[in-house]
């Protein structure tokens, strides 16, 4: 795995003993602050968030299907020029994807002048004929991305995978920056670090500008499979700071092709629908009738113009690792330029001459199914056994169009806390970014997912992973202490 290449995030180069120049303020707080004082406050970090029941559940865990996500006190850094430079790649990606989406339910033009092939659209589960020539209001599809990218080197940043349908991790982000601000408060002494708090107010406003011509004041909801979901902490933590009602399907009924909430007091026409519930489960009569968790007639009233929903159904679509591998493609097609953030190379493994590269270098490669997600069936091949490469082997031969592959980039590293005092470990990062009817924005901050293995590159906490807060500095130098008082009350407006 050659540990010893990856770029550290703080210290520069793998080796360096000194930080990289306009951290030497971080670096400095890590080598004043004894590593007992360092886990004493994670620890109390750790028991906030044991209190609060921010936990997320672990597939196929008897042990305990409850955790919480361990979180490391060492922030990450992004400088303020690094992070102008992710947010223009970032906006460009998403306006991409909306306008893919809008144009693979609409006119395929992407299709018909021969860019992506047919087969790859129409004979892929996630693309929903079902909703062909609907137009969401306002033409807006992807109202929340979470685009996860991945840092080899000082200016090199890779998009791992685009989640378009219902990305979550934001309440990590925003109670790993309260856990900093209570118990590191020196930290945003020392640096101009950018809010987050304001995201809740931001995905209200984003909800309430796509709702439904002439709706004067949306009624906006978070509807929610429930409390048996792993993200359930996640939907009544948003629901709450935006000061909307959380529903489930029993809440809601549609009724003439309009949606209702049932209260206490009598119905009221429900506007906006952010919906943690895949498209599967959304609304029986069109979906999979079987489900529970959905409103029926859903669909038809979205079809009808009579209420939105975030994110759009179909943008399942988007999120496919074969389409991804199209994406610079996509990019390019609908933007007229380069891709500013580039994709991790990657081979097809449907395509023969793919398939052969990656049955020969099975052991040096990642190979991931193009619809999978949170880790599971994939391979890493530097640290899989013999065996595991041969069962994979055989699955690749029987079924090659379900997966991709991609070389083991060496992720860069930031110093985490482990039992053995601090150590760097890897680190990907998943950026928010709103999409209303107003435009782009991204959130300057994210959700910093650390592998707490040595030597590991798999970042998911369903395997394990922690997190840590994500600082996105305002400018690209410390500052003196006295001008820090100051600014608390502009980054509220930055």
């Given at each position: 795995?050659?540990?010893?290449s990856?770029?550290?995030?703080?210290?520069?180069?793998?080796?360096?003993?000194?930080?990289?120049?306009?951290?030497?303020a971080?670096?400095?707080?890590?080598?004043t602050?004894?590593?007992a004082?360092?886990?004493?406050?994670?620890q109390?970090?750790?028991?906030?968030?044991?209190?609060?029941?921010?936990?997320?559940?672990?597939?196929g865990?008897?042990?305990?299907?409850e955790?919480?996500?361990?979180?490391?006190?060492?922030?990450?850094?992004?400088?303020?020029?690094?992070?102008?430079r992710?947010?223009?790649?970032?906006?460009?990606?998403?306006?991409?994807?909306?306008?893919?989406?809008?144009?693979?339910?609409?006119?395929?033009r992407?299709?018909?002048?021969?860019?992506?092939?047919?087969?790859?659209?129409?004979?892929?589960?996630?693309?929903?004929?079902?909703?062909a020539?609907?137009?969401?209001?306002?033409?807006?599809?992807?109202?929340?991305c979470?685009?996860?990218?991945v840092?080899?080197?000082?200016?090199?940043?890779?998009?791992?995978?685009?989640?378009?349908?219902?990305?979550?991790?934001?309440?990590?982000?925003?109670?790993?920056?309260?856990?900093m601000?209570?118990?590191?408060?020196e930290?945003?002494?020392?640096?101009?670090?950018?809010?987050?708090?304001?995201?809740?107010?931001?995905?209200?406003?984003t909800?309430?500008?796509?709702?439904?011509?002439?709706?004067?004041a949306?009624?906006?909801?978070?509807?929610?499979?429930g409390h048996?979901?792993?993200?359930?902490?996640?939907?009544?933590?948003?629901?709450?700071?935006?000061?909307?009602?959380?529903?489930?399907?029993?809440?809601?009924?549609?009724?003439?092709?309009?949606?209702?909430?049932?209260?206490?007091?009598?119905?009221?026409?429900?506007?906006?629908?952010?919906?943690?519930?895949?498209?599967?489960?959304?609304?029986?009569?069109?979906?999979?009738p079987?489900?529970?968790?959905?409103?029926?007639?859903?669909?038809?009233?979205?079809?009808?113009?009579?209420?939105?929903?975030?994110?759009?159904p179909?943008?399942?679509?988007?999120?496919?690792?074969?389409?991804?591998?199209?994406?610079?493609?996509?990019?390019k097609?609908?933007?007229?330029?380069?891709?500013?953030?580039?994709?991790?190379?990657?081979?097809?493994?449907?395509?023969p001459?793919?398939?052969?590269y990656?049955?020969?270098?099975?052991?040096?490669?990642v190979?991931?199914?193009?619809?999978?997600?949170?880790?599971?069936?994939?391979?890493?091949?530097?640290t899989?056994?013999?065996?595991?490469?041969?069962?994979?082997?055989?699955?690749?031969?029987?079924?090659?169009?379900?997966?991709?592959?991609?070389?083991?980039?060496?992720l860069?590293?930031?110093?985490?806390?482990?039992?053995?005092?601090?150590?760097?470990?890897?680190?990907d990062?998943r950026?928010f970014?709103?999409?209303?009817?107003?435009?782009?924005?991204?959130?300057?901050?994210?959700?910093?997912?650390?592998?707490l293995?040595?030597?590991?590159?798999?970042v998911?906490?369903?395997?394990g992973?922690?997190?840590?807060?994500?600082?996105?500095?305002?400018d690209?130098?410390?500052?003196p202490?006295?001008?820090?008082?100051?600014?608390?009350?502009?980054?509220q407006?930055a």
């Amino acid at each position: 795995m050659g540990m010893r290449s990856a770029f550290d995030e703080i210290m520069g180069q793998a080796g360096s003993t000194t930080p990289r120049a306009e951290l030497a303020a971080l670096g400095n707080w890590i080598a004043t602050t004894p590593d007992a004082e360092l886990r004493r406050r994670q620890q109390s970090a750790e028991a906030t968030f044991r209190q609060l029941g921010i936990t997320f559940a672990v597939y196929g865990d008897s042990d305990a299907s409850e955790r919480i996500i361990p979180f490391d006190i060492v922030p990450r850094i992004f400088l303020a020029s690094e992070w102008a430079r992710l947010s223009e790649g970032l906006v460009q990606r998403v306006e991409a994807i909306n306008a893919f989406l809008h144009d693979i339910y609409g006119e395929r033009r992407i299709l018909s002048d021969g860019v992506l092939p047919p087969d790859l659209i129409f004979g892929n589960p996630q693309f929903r004929p079902e909703i062909a020539g609907i137009r969401p209001p306002h033409d807006v599809w992807a109202h929340i991305c979470g685009i996860d990218l991945v840092r080899t080197g000082p200016d090199d940043f890779f998009v791992l995978e685009d989640n378009a349908r219902t990305p979550s991790g934001v309440s990590y982000m925003l109670e790993n920056r309260e856990a900093m601000l209570r118990l590191c408060p020196e930290l945003f002494r020392d640096f101009r670090v950018a809010a987050v708090d304001s995201y809740p107010d931001r995905l209200l406003e984003t909800m309430k500008s796509v709702a439904p011509q002439g709706v004067a004041a949306p009624v906006c909801v978070v509807l929610t499979p429930g409390h048996y979901n792993s993200a359930y902490y996640e939907h009544s933590f948003l629901a709450d700071s935006m000061g909307v009602e959380l529903v489930e399907a029993a809440d809601l009924v549609v009724d003439d092709d309009i949606v209702w909430m049932r209260t206490i007091a009598g119905r009221v026409k429900v506007d906006v629908i952010y919906r943690r519930i895949d498209d599967d489960y959304l609304d029986p009569l069109v979906f999979r009738p079987d489900s529970m968790l959905g409103v029926p007639g859903l669909i038809a009233a979205y079809a009808a113009g009579n209420v939105a929903i975030l994110n759009a159904p179909g943008n399942g679509i988007a999120d496919d690792k074969a389409i991804y591998s199209y994406m610079p493609e996509i990019v390019k097609f609908y933007s007229g330029g380069e891709p500013k953030l580039p994709n991790v190379e990657t081979w097809r493994c449907r395509e023969p001459q793919a398939l052969k590269y990656v049955l020969d270098n099975l052991a040096d490669v990642v190979v991931k199914l193009v619809d999978g997600s949170g880790g599971y069936g994939m391979l890493v091949g530097p640290t899989a056994t013999k065996a595991e490469i041969e069962a994979f082997r055989a699955a690749l031969i029987a079924e090659p169009h379900r997966y991709i592959a991609q070389p083991t980039l060496a992720l860069s590293t930031v110093p985490t806390m482990t039992d053995a005092g601090l150590a760097p470990r890897h680190v990907d990062f998943r950026p928010f970014v709103l999409t209303g009817s107003k435009g782009v924005q991204v959130v300057p901050g994210g959700l910093t997912r650390v592998a707490l293995k040595e030597g590991s590159l798999v970042v998911n906490s369903s395997q394990g992973g922690g997190t840590k807060d994500s600082f996105v500095l305002m400018d690209d130098g410390a500052q003196p202490l006295e001008a820090q008082t100051q600014t608390q009350s502009q980054e509220q407006t930055a």
